[in-house]
Each structure stands twice: as C-alpha cells, then as structure tokens.
C-alpha cells in the first residue's frame, strides 16, 4: 500500500525536524517525509536523506516553488519562522501562499503551526502594554493567528496547532541561566507567579504526528499542546536539581524585560506579559493529558533538563 505522503516545511528547523524524525522512525505507521528546504546542501538536509526522506528544495517566498513541492500528496505541515526576518507581514504573504497551494494540491490533511491573535483578548492601544509596528501586541504571535483564516477560508482539512514555549530557548535563545551581579545563577521572566505552558520543540513534531495519525476527526480542529506549565520557580528548581547548582527566578516587570535591548525584546515582553495576563485562559488551551494522548513520549521539563543537562555545566 502506498504512503501517505507529507510535505514538511522547515524541515531542518525545531518544528518540522522533529515530525520529520518521527515520521521517520515508525514506518509501519504509513507514512513518508517530503522535507523542505532551502539549503538541501545543508548536514541537516543530508541527515534527514539519509535516513529515508525525501528532500526537496522550496522557498516559502516562491509560490511556484511552494505548489511544486505540495503536488502529490497526502498532506502537509505548514509553519513560517518570524525570528528569522522579524516581519509579521512576510510571514502573512507566506502562510497564504502555502495555504493556496495546499488547495490547489486538493491535500486531505494540512496542519498550519500557529498561535493566538492577542488582539482578540488584549485590544491594540489600550493601554495595556506597547503597540509594536503600528498594529501589534506580540507580531510573532498575531501575525499567525491572523493568517489562520488563509487556512480556513479555502475550506482545507485543516488543524490548527497552538504551540507553547519552547523549553529549548534556554539553549537557543540566549534565555539560560546566568550569573548575576551577586555571582548567582538565575532565569529571568516578566511572568510574576503565573504558570508558563512550555513544551521540547521535539515534542512538538510527535505531536503532529500524533495528528496525523488521528487523521479526519482532527481536521477542523484547533488543538493546543504543552508539556508542563510551570512557575518561573517551579523552572529555577529544577535548573538547581538537575545541574547541582542553586538556580533562582528573577521575576521583572515587562517595562524591564522590554528594555533589554536584544533583537526581539519588546515582542517577547509583551509575549511574556499576554502570558500573565491571560494565564487562565492561555493554560486551558494546552492541556498535558491531550497532548500526551498525541504522544505518549512526552518529556517532562525535568526529563528534558535531563536530557540536555551537559548544555547547561559551562554556566
């Protein structure tokens, strides 16, 4: 019997690497891997052929490109990466084009990777926290949920996957622990007490397998997944657990955490502040017993820590 055949998009990145490795690794399932890439040249690229996808070269920028690479198959997960250029707009134009192809193609199943629209709760220039580029709260975040309609209006069997942070920006993100002014180690988040859903960016791609997998009854659906939701507190004592040294949580105002002055700051402060502010709400929408019915392997933040612990020993 044939398979059936997604095409992943970011295939050497967090997200689609993960589905990737997942398709990969249980062939019985039925299905195969058509990795995207721009660079099918690159040791990521190469690892993913090697172990049995099919790498193919697309630019999310190229709608002929995008709708030659959808052709023939079965499904497809669709994701764009605003840290890479910084523009909600780009990543709108982006998503609607694969959207568009993935219409054309007549695909019986596509997963778009999205997040909430926070204009919907928090209302742009109310005050609540900066308007970023005119028309934002968090563009990494309301740029995506806006480009959901692209996805819905065309009619696609779509599922909607609401991701949560990644535990992984401790190593990648430049959000480890560090030595403060008083030579301790500490993670620092404009959180307060509230709980922050996070997730192993590898989780994350075997839980769109798990979709996948699930098929026809989870298309139309909008799904939200997390490994844990942790207090910034709950996060310092396992950093202090797991490494052998004392971790504390530096909980600061968003003002402060707007101000650091990195790239990206001020999207990621009223990031973290939306979290807060609608911690209920934000929660509820990734529920852990869901999420581990769509991969039973699910780590747990300690277990993750675990896992990447030599990451963590040069501090």
Same mark, same amino acid.
């Given at each position: 019997? /044939? ?64 709708? !030659? ?49 926070? !204009? ?21 975040? /309301? ?132 979290? !807060? ?39």
């Amino acid at each position: 019997m /044939d398979k059936k055949l997604i095409v992943v998009f970011g295939a050497t990145g967090a997200q689609g690497g993960g589905l990737a490795r997942a398709i990969l690794a249980e062939p019985a399932a039925g299905f195969a891997v058509r990795a995207v890439t721009r660079k099918p040249d690159s040791d990521a690229a190469k690892a993913l052929a090697a172990a049995g996808a099919e790498v193919v070269a697309a630019d999310l920028d190229d709608s002929a490109s995008v709708a !030659r690479v959808m052709n023939g198959a079965y499904g497809a997960f669709c994701i764009t990466n605003f840290w890479e250029h910084f523009s909600p707009e780009k990543e709108l134009a982006q998503a609607e084009i694969m959207a568009t192809a993935a219409a054309d193609a007549g695909l019986k199943h596509v997963i778009w990777s999205t997040l909430e629209d926070t !204009r919907k709760a928090i209302p742009v220039g109310s005050g609540q926290m900066p308007v970023l580029m005119g028309k934002y709260n968090v563009p990494h975040f /309301d740029a995506k949920g806006e480009a959901n309609h692209f996805f819905l209006n065309r009619g696609l069997p779509v599922t909607l996957l609401n991701t949560s942070f990644y535990w992984d920006n401790f190593i990648h993100f430049g959000m480890a622990p560090t030595t403060g002014p008083d030579g301790n180690l500490a993670i620092t988040f404009p959180m307060g007490d509230a709980k922050l859903p996070g997730i192993a960016a590898e989780d994350i791609g075997r839980c769109a397998f798990g979709i996948f997998k699930a098929g026809a009854p989870a298309t139309g659906q909008t799904i939200g997944i997390a490994g844990e939701h942790l207090t910034g507190t709950e996060m310092a004592a396992a950093f202090s657990q797991v490494i052998g040294k004392p971790v504390a949580y530096n909980a600061v105002p968003p003002d402060v955490y707007r101000s650091f002055g990195f790239p990206g700051a001020d999207d990621l402060g009223n990031m973290f502040q939306f979290k !807060r502010d609608c911690e209920t709400e934000f929660c509820a929408a990734r529920s852990i017993e869901n999420t581990r019915k769509l991969n039973p392997a699910l780590k747990s933040f300690r277990q993750w820590l675990e896992a990447n612990r030599d990451a963590f020993l040069k501090n």
